[in-house]
């Protein structure tokens, strides 16, 4: 059997790890089958446990910019680990990293480390709502802003896949302060600030989203939103944790050209290790502890092992800012090369691209929400899903998530990819 040890691993891990994973989109519960298991990866490609070769399409859901096991980011790490583990007391190499950051990325003067996306989110908003002193905060239908409380209303990513965007055990109180629009509908978004006049902390958005597949913003939409927060007294909260360091130096800000007041990242800024991060104004940034009143902790936040990755991650782009252009380049091939054969073969499709974030949509109209993005056929996509894993390619185990490069893919493995899609229809 081709998937031998892999399916005997799983086995093994759901007797003692609900389902089996510790995060839901590992499981392959939206296309079918069992998981493959990993034994180690270098460059584009990952290997399972059964000895097969993948051209890996998720770089671990972002973060892997240069692809797997990247020299510098493993000498640092290893370098740190023998210097001791966690101490819970200061280290330089935080303020390195909180400098480097703050030189990369327009319009933040102060950030915080925290250990994930999810709690850099749950912590930007908690700051938003302390700076503002108002509770409520407008969220879009499929952005996903990791999984605490407030933002499990019509999440996306995982949340969509298994069908639960409304997760049981979020109170009616918490769910209450949540207020939902559409992504790409200002007008929308316009009429729930006015229902709700002086009583909105935040807007929270993924500025190109990418938990539901990939989803441009509209100029219009992105730039009205900023208008209307400055209007409004909202704070505008960027959930950079896909497009920070991703989309460029300066992630989305940069690229839309837009200031946020907030900013959250995650993935890239950890280089593989877990690290998110939430940054802002010096002004707001002095409302948290032990500055000011804002709450916010953590025993292994600023870890030095996630901190040399960091470091190291964020050095790298740095000294090869060209590395943005290259990954686009090569995910633009991977476009025109997939959309070339679907074309050819009949399949009705839709493919967003911005940057080096990707993805295939089996639909008829154009996919510019949750909304559209949920019309997508499933049973096409399972079909391709499998048929490019089978050939060495994996992709994202659910149509909601966008393809993430990394720069350790070739042109080669490119085409190699667009000839097992044009294999698998
Ligand atoms: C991945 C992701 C998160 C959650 O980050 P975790 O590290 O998984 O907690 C939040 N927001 C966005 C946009 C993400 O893509």
Sequence with gaps: MRYERSSALFAEAQKYIPGGVNSPVRAFKAVGGEPIFI?????????????????????????????HAHEPVIKAVVEKAKKGTSFGIPTEIETELAKLAVKMVPNIDKIRFVNSGTEACMSAVR????????????????????????????????????????????????????????????????ALVKANQGKIAAIIIEPVAGNMGCII????????????????????????????????????????????????????????????????????????????????????SGNPL????????????????????????????????????????????????????VSVHF???????FASSAKGNNDTFKKYFHGMLDQGIYLPPSAFESYFLNDAISYDDLDRTVAAVKNTF
């Design 217 to 300: 913003p509209t100029k219009e939409f992105i730039h009205g939103l900023r208008e209307l927060c400055t209007q409004e007294g909202i704070l505008l909260l960027f959930d950079e944790v896909m497009t920070g360091f991703r989309l460029a130096k300066g992630g989305a800000q940069e690229v839309l050209g837009i200031d946020a007041d907030i900013v959250m990242f995650g993935k890239v800024i950890g280089g593989g290790l877990p690290v998110g991060a939430f940054a802002a104004r010096a002004e707001i940034m002095a409302h948290l502890a032990p500055e000011g009143p804002v709450y916010q902790a953590g025993t292994l």
């Design 39 to 67: 034994k180690g990866a270098k460059g584009a490609y990952l290997y399972d446990e059964d000895g097969h070769q993948y051209i890996d399409y998720i770089s671990s859901w972002g973060p892997l910019l240069f692809g």
């Design 363 to 369: 639909c008829e109209d154009p996919v510019v929400d």
């Design 306 to 357: 996630a901190m040399a990755a960091g470091l190291a991650m964020l050095t790298e782009i740095d000294k090869q800012p060209e590395v943005f252009e290259s990954i686009t380049k090569k995910t633009e091939h991977l476009h025109n090369g997939i959309a070339k054969v679907l074309t050819e073969k009949g399949i009705v499709h839709q493919i967003n691209r911005f940057g080096s974030m």
């Design 127 to 190: 700051l938003a709502r302390g700076y503002t002193g108002k509770d409520k905060i407008i969220k879009f239908a499929g952005c996903y802003h990791g999984h605490s409380d407030a933002f499990l209303i019509q999440a996306g990513s995982g949340a969509v896949t298994f069908g639960s965007p409304n997760s049981p055990g979020v109170t009616q109180g918490t769910a209450k302060d949540t207020l939902l629009a559409n992504y790409n509908d200002l007008d929308g978004v316009r």
